[in-house]
């Protein structure tokens, strides 16, 4: 019994002996913390976390924030979307091509996010940089500006309202659609509601204005061809007066529209003046592959109203969740 209990100590000795030299011999090898050393662990840990930002923003969905009242109340300046990255397919990178995009095409009334097509770059390496900035911070951090200190919109959002096949014109502000292999055209009120489609989309302009819009829009026609505006007809002068106090039109596009007639009618052997005022007249087509994306505050935005539809190739999301302000929170993937 003795001998067991000897042998028994011995073995607890060692053991505990072994422990206690290991325990030693990391406590005098550990190297000893350095400020440059916390520095690189730091640097590291946070470029590994900014690269993996990257990849979710590129590949998997996007957090953005509008930056422009052309969706209001829909979407107001400032808050905050989830965009996903997958569902009409995967850029290889930013504005680049699309794998995994076959039929899987956008659908009418989608809210979507696209490359602006009059943006305007200031090179490969700032476009670049700034894109990186501004999706690794997750949005917050924004180094594109443009002179006058606004954010540059690299990315537009708007809603898809002209699909492959149809034509869209503009009177009065209104729209009238007229789908693929069909002679009438259809308003978009009457259009969606035979849909079962949401009321988002939304006008501000008083249709009474409009006659004062398209006077202010031929007297610069008239200006533009030389001529004295103290000669034009009487009730332009007198339509105008609807509008005299703005600076601005309210509706830039009837006001452009006018414009272009009153120019026509001077010199109708202008082919070049009769093109542009006969673009007015038809309407937009939507050639295959494309989308006429609209915004939903339709008096107050910068859309394919001004640039034509868009290739669905530069489409690279759709807006699927406003998460920002909290009292705002709302799903958008079926509005």
Not at 92 to 98: A, L, T
Not at 234 to 260: C, G, I, K, T
Not at 308 to 314: E, H, L, N, T, W
């Amino acid at each position: 019994m003795q001998r067991l209990l000897d042998f028994i100590e011995q073995k607890t000795v060692r053991i505990l002996t072994r422990r206690k030299a290991a325990r030693l011999l990391a406590a005098t090898s550990k190297p000893k913390r350095t400020f440059m050393g916390e520095v690189k662990g730091w640097v590291d840990a946070l470029v590994f976390a900014v690269f993996a930002v990257l990849l979710i923003n590129q590949y998997l969905f996007q957090l953005f924030v509008i930056p422009s009242p052309s969706m209001v109340s829909t979407l107001n300046v400032g808050d905050r979307v989830f965009v996903s990255k997958t569902i009409y397919g995967i850029e290889v990178y930013p504005g680049g091509p699309k794998v995994a995009s076959s039929n899987r095409q956008v659908a009418r009334d989608q809210i979507i996010t696209f490359y602006n097509p009059e943006y305007t770059s200031r090179g490969p390496l700032f476009d670049i940089l700034s894109q990186i900035i501004y999706m690794g911070t997750f949005s917050l951090v924004n180094i594109d500006r443009k002179d006058d200190g606004t954010m540059a919109e690299r990315l537009y959002v708007k809603r898809a309202v002209g699909l492959p096949g149809e034509t869209i014109r503009f009177v009065n502000g209104k729209v009238l659609i007229r789908p693929a292999g069909m002679e009438q055209w259809i308003e978009e009120e009457t259009f969606r509601s035979s849909l079962s489609l949401v009321d988002g989309p939304h006008r501000s302009v008083d249709d009474k204005l409009y006659s004062g819009i398209r006077a202010w829009g031929s007297l610069f026609g008239y200006q533009d061809e030389g001529i004295d505006l103290q000669s034009v007809p009487s009730y332009l002068r007198n339509d105008y007066v609807l509008v005299a106090q703005d600076n601005y039109p309210d509706d830039m596009y009837a006001f452009s529209e006018s414009q272009a007639r009153t120019q026509s009618l001077f010199d109708p052997s202008n082919m070049e003046k009769r093109g542009t005022w006969a673009s007015y007249e038809r309407g937009i087509y939507v050639p295959s592959g494309h989308i006429l994306p609209l915004g939903d505050n339709r008096d107050n935005s910068r859309d394919g109203r001004y640039f034509g539809p868009v290739s669905q190739k530069r489409i690279n999301g759709s807006v699927r969740l406003r998460f920002w302000p909290l009292s705002r929170i709302a799903y958008l993937g079926n509005k």
